[in-house]
């Protein structure tokens, strides 16, 4: 439901003419399509706190920006994809954060093992190698403006013949070109009709976040960490889209019933990707109740030793992840099991404890993102997909090749962790690695701008 109210939401902005006037602004900034990318993934990284907002808020935002400079569906939901769960997780401060604590808590307290849980966490951030490489592949990409496998085609598609979607793709979203969204001529130009509703939007789910969390009695990142994040975005999300009707409404943007005919536009864009969003869900719940998660992690944890856990650790999530799509069922699934047996396996080596606690943590997160960054069944790829009117399958496919690449990546990191290296000569080492097989196998692809603009080659 807060998919289909916050793709409403855009819909009232389109029918009152604040998504054109942002475009008109962006299009007088953004000068072709390599600034239209890196804007979208900086405004990804901006927005940290909760990964579907981020799939939200940049995908519909850049979405008609991003097609007028030819940037293909594909890319478009790449890179909004890449900087939805994977920064949420090393934020700091987000609605993954109570989670991902809460699961180090209760290990360190059956344990009996000294120290605070957050803290844990926030140290290791540095070891959740898949996250920052994935983050420096998708930096690497935009500013090299290289591609490589299926998104190169899909890309120099999109330059060359201006088709953002291949010949017979199925997108999620579907309202494009609808006239009940299209502004009427004497709606006011003015971006503040664009930016208000977002500010709006991000305002309240922020608000909502932190009160449900126990704000102002308890710390702003205590108050973060202890959120709900559904709720939150439930009353955001339909607190936004009143705020936008009236804004829109008190301008004499539109007719009252136009506004309403593009909510409902809107919302009905993505409703057969809120369907699917929903039959994952389902999938994801019966994979796990069969016990798939359980018997990958049976197959792998008599091989564990100490310097090697993390490695394995992150390679047991990655199938697990992907094969489920879900992180945190991953996470809760990992952490009880890698934990314990660190313990054990550590003690036995006559090896302290916390010696190897920081890369496991690290790579229970790293190898729970990785599903759900690229898995077909994560909601938040779906919701990429949805958000940027993506072909999902197209998306998918497009994104598992630097998936994969980060993940061999952050694998070499944690070996090289196995062979006692330490862990920022580890990260470099994977980063390096990726850095230059992507260089190598990639190709150019030119940039595009609109009459007016400036292409660099």
């Given amino acids: 439901m807060t998919c289909i109210v916050m793709s409403g939401m855009v819909g009232v902005m389109q029918a009152g003419g604040g998504v054109r006037a942002a475009v008109n602004a962006l299009s007088r900034r953004i000068r072709n399509s390599h600034s239209a990318m890196l804007f979208t993934e900086l405004a990804g990284i901006v927005i940290f706190f909760e990964d579907y907002v981020t799939a939200a808020v940049v995908g519909t935002t850049m979405r008609p920006i991003s097609d007028s400079y030819r940037v293909s569906k594909e890319k478009l939901s790449y890179l909004v994809d ?241 094969c489920t799509g879900t992180s945190y069922g991953t996470m809760g699934i990992l952490m009880p099991i890698v934990v314990p047996l660190l313990a054990k396996v550590s003690a036995a080596a006559g090896i302290d404890v916390t010696t190897y606690m920081l890369p496991t943590v690290g790579a229970v997160f790293a190898g729970a993102v990785f599903g759900d960054h690229c898995s077909p069944i994560s909601d938040t790829t779906i919701m990429s997909s949805m958000f940027c009117g993506a072909d999902h399958i197209d998306h998918v496919k497009t994104q598992l090749p630097y998936a994969l690449l980060a993940g061999a990546g952050a694998a070499a990191g944690y070996l090289c962790i196995a062979f006692g290296l330490n862990h920022w000569l580890s990260l470099a080492v994977g980063a390096a690695l990726v850095a230059a097989a992507f260089l190598a196998i990639s190709g150019r692809v030119d940039d595009y701008a609109p009459a007016g603009g400036q292409a660099k080659d």
Avoid: C, H
Avoid at 114 to 122: I, V
Avoid at 153 to 167: H, P, Q
């Fill in 82 to 322: 890449s900087t939805a769960a994977p920064v949420a997780a090393i934020a700091g401060v987000s609605s993954w954060v109570a989670y991902m604590v809460g699961q180090i808590g209760k290990q360190y307290g059956e344990l009996g093992i000294q120290g605070s849980a957050y803290n844990t966490y926030l140290r290791s951030i540095p070891f959740v190698f898949y996250n920052l490489i994935a983050l420096l592949l998708v930096t690497l990409v935009v500013l090299s403006r290289r591609d490589f496998g299926p998104m190169l085609a899909a890309e120099r598609r999109a330059r060359s013949t201006g088709k953002v979607l291949r010949d017979g793709a199925m997108p999620l979203t579907s309202a494009a070109g609808d006239p009940d969204l299209e502004p009427a001529e004497n709606a006011p130009d003015r971006v503040v009709n664009f930016v208000l509703p977002v500010v709006f939007l991000v305002v309240f789910i922020v608000g909502m976040l932190l009160v449900t969390g126990g704000f102002p009695k308890a710390g702003l990142s205590e108050a973060m960490a202890n959120s709900d994040s559904s709720l939150a975005l439930i009353y955001g999300s339909y607190a936004a889209a009143v705020m936008t009707l009236a804004l829109f409404r008190l301008q004499r943007a539109a007719s009252l019933s136009r506004l309403f005919r593009g909510f409902l536009k809107g919302g009905q864009a993505v409703f057969v990707g809120s369907m699917i969003l929903i039959y994952a869900w389902g999938i994801s719940a019966s994979i796990k109740s069969v016990g798939t998660a359980a018997y990958l992690v049976s197959v792998t944890k008599d091989f564990l030793a100490p310097g090697w856990i993390p490695l394995l650790t992150f390679l047991t999530g990655m199938v697990i992840s992907f």
